[in-house]
């Protein structure tokens, strides 16, 4: 069935380290997966998402990659800072659906 | 966040009682949704729309009813509310999936006591 599996669950690294985010899907036909940042107290945020098209997309310090064949996708923060603190889901718009199906998410606490 | 308002923003209540949580959208987007978020269980989807009187049940939809009769408005009806329904509750709207995804509300923070 839909199911994006979403690791790991909890995250901490050094200001200024990366960090890294994987989410794993179940269907191939999959074709639109957008990550989403929650701060404290208010609603998840799109900050990038990646078409099944696509093999990697940047924004700045995030960047997004996607495998087609190992059906799963991974977010990159690079010089990370402490505003990047949050929780971030993964998502996957399997084909034909109506909704998105989210990963369980990721606390990242960054460290100064 | 930008063209979607849910109300009330926080909200106690007793158990047994009926609630109404309000999601509007000024975008004129085709699709809404309800999701709670709980700790530990990430964002579980409870219905959605997907046009004027078109909803669809989540994953957990039990003791939840909406309804959709404008394209701004989705009501999100708890009949009888019980302490297990204590949660927030985000709606998210989106025009096209696969173009932008969802745009999420602030939440509504409900509390049953």
């Known amino acids: 069935g839909e199911n994006v599996e979403q690791h790991p669950s909890t995250l901490s690294v050094q200001e200024g380290d990366s960090a890294v985010i994987k989410c794993t899907y179940s269907d191939s036909a999959s074709n639109y997966f957008p990550w989403y940042k929650q701060e404290l107290g208010k609603g998840p945020q799109l900050i990038i998402d990646?078409?099944?098209?696509?093999g990697e997309k940047k924004d700045q310090r995030i960047a997004v990659t996607l495998n087609k064949t190992a059906k799963h996708f991974s977010l990159h923060i690079t010089e990370t800072q402490p505003e990047d603190s949050a929780v971030y889901f993964c998502?996957?718009?399997?084909?034909?659906?109506?909704?998105?199906?989210f990963g369980q998410g990721t606390r990242l606490t960054i460290n100064p | 966040d930008a063209g979607i308002t849910q109300s009330p923003r926080h909200k106690v209540t007793e158990t047994g009682t009926p609630v109404t949580l309000r999601c509007h959208q000024t975008?004129?987007?085709?699709?809404m949704y309800w999701y709670r978020q709980d700790p530990g269980h990430g964002l579980r989807l409870i219905h959605y729309s997907y046009g004027v009187k078109d909803t669809d049940k989540g994953e957990v939809s039990d003791g939840y009813s909406v309804s959709r009769s404008k394209t701004e408005d989705f009501l999100l009806t708890l009949e009888s509310a019980t302490s297990s329904q204590t949660s927030v509750y985000f709606c998210?709207?989106?025009?096209?999936?696969?173009?932008?995804?969802?745009?999420f509300g602030s939440g509504t923070r409900l509390t049953v006591v």
């Open positions: 990646i078409r099944s098209n696509v």
């Open positions: 998502a996957a718009l399997y084909q034909g659906a109506q909704k998105l199906v």
């Open positions: 975008e004129n987007h085709r699709y």
């Open positions: 998210a709207i989106s025009e096209s999936l696969w173009v932008s995804g969802y745009t």
